[in-house]
């Protein structure tokens, strides 16, 4: 029996592509796993109107993690044109599968570590090492959303919030409502976790994105659970900024910060910034993690028009295979496989079009096997 039983979930689009790269650095590593294929993305929405399956979820719960490529999503209205035919008008709403999956797993944490390779021709500068902690589960994220705004909700917020009156006289059906919902549970886990991680790996300090001084509910209780644990870490500083500000000093000093923590939407603004200060996100992985289970994936899209191909850039989905070997224990496997990667790109060999060259997804991936 293998040691570990991992789910591979490609996806839509290019995610076959970049999950077939890292299967070539999987069985050059000799991971002792036995890989299991599961069913996920808009080929299944369309034709069953789930694209989650619960034959899926219940793969899952008999894994120790999964690695996941890329999935397409679409607006409301356009997604329930695309389901079959007899699917149709059965009031059928699609639902993120990777936002549904973060929730169903209780993936709380999303680590999105964004470092600068030398010799990498999209780097903003060389010295960037920042990781990013968004919390994964919460905030506008949730998925708690109303379009009309229901009159009996209308009501009690017009009770209980003076700033209802700036909509006075507008319609409840011209009213779209999205809630922010954070916990103290759920700002408190992300904040320890993001300090662990510092005190773990020698950084400094932390710094919390946020915007209390607008948003003062959700993010004033985030800042004030975070104070909370600061206080257990007397060698880590922590820094709270703004998140529009926070936007401007990634651009001037990136290398000024190390472990950023943010809440679930402003985290993911920011952990793709950053991504591109290190070249884009060809080179940006992330893994959602709860306390017993894991899903590691690349941070890109489907980008369908490149679906087949094999010419995207597979380092980002290379990198969360790297992750998910750093979960699983198998650390000494996962600094040999980022080793690999990095000599890749120091050599300048071997290069995706995104970096100036004309080598495949698969080339670049193979390259990175030869060198481990």
Not at 38 to 58: H, M
Not at 105 to 113: I, K, Q, V
Not at 135 to 158: A, K, M
Not at 207 to 229: H, Q, W
């Amino acid at each position: 029996m293998a040691k570990y039983r991992i789910a591979l979930m490609p996806g839509d689009g290019i995610g076959n592509d970049v999950m077939d790269a890292a299967k070539i650095v999987l069985d050059k590593l000799a991971l002792d796993a036995e890989y299991v294929n599961t069913d996920i993305g808009w080929e299944f929405w369309c034709k069953e109107g789930e694209p989650l399956p619960v034959r899926t979820i219940s793969t899952l719960k008999e894994c120790d993690c999964a690695l996941f490529a890329a999935i397409t999503s679409k607006p409301k209205e356009e997604a329930a044109r695309e389901l079959a035919p007899e699917l149709q008008d059965k009031g059928l709403v699609y639902r993120s599968p990777i936002v549904r999956l973060r929730q169903v797993f209780d993936l709380y944490t999303n680590l999105r570590p964004c470092k600068a390779f030398k010799g990498n021709p999209l780097n903003y500068r060389d010295d960037i090492d920042l990781v990013v902690f968004r919390e994964n589960t919460q905030g506008l994220y949730s998925g708690v959303e109303f379009h009309p705004l229901p009159e009996e909700l209308r009501g009690v917020l017009d009770i209980l919030s003076p700033n209802m009156t700036a909509f006075q006289g507008i319609a409840s059906a011209d009213i779209a409502l999205s809630t922010r919902i954070f916990t103290r549970q759920g700002c408190q886990r992300i904040v320890r976790r993001a300090f662990e991680y510092a005190k773990q790996f020698g950084y400094s300090s932390v710094t919390l994105v946020e915007k209390p001084n607008v948003i003062r509910e959700t993010s004033g209780l985030m800042v004030r659970e975070a104070r909370k644990i600061a206080a257990e870490y007397p060698g880590i500083e922590l820094w709270e900024t703004n998140v529009d500000a926070m936007a401007m000093w990634l651009i001037k000093n990136p290398q000024n910060y190390g472990v950023l923590v943010s809440s679930n939407m402003f985290g993911d603004i920011i952990s793709d910034l950053a991504a591109q200060l290190v070249g884009g996100l060809g080179f940006a992985a992330s893994g959602n993690i709860g306390d017993n289970f894991a899903v590691f994936e690349p941070t890109h899209g489907s980008a369908p028009k490149y679906a087949g191909q094999y010419k995207v850039n597979p380092t980002a989905m290379i990198l969360a295979t790297k992750l998910m070997l750093d979960w699983l224990g198998e650390t000494e496997m996962g600094t040999r496989l980022e080793q690999a990667v990095a000599r890749t790109i120091a050599e300048g060999k071997v290069c995706t079009y995104d970096m100036g060259g004309n080598s495949g997804t698969l080339e670049m991936a193979q390259a990175i096997a030869d060198r481990l």
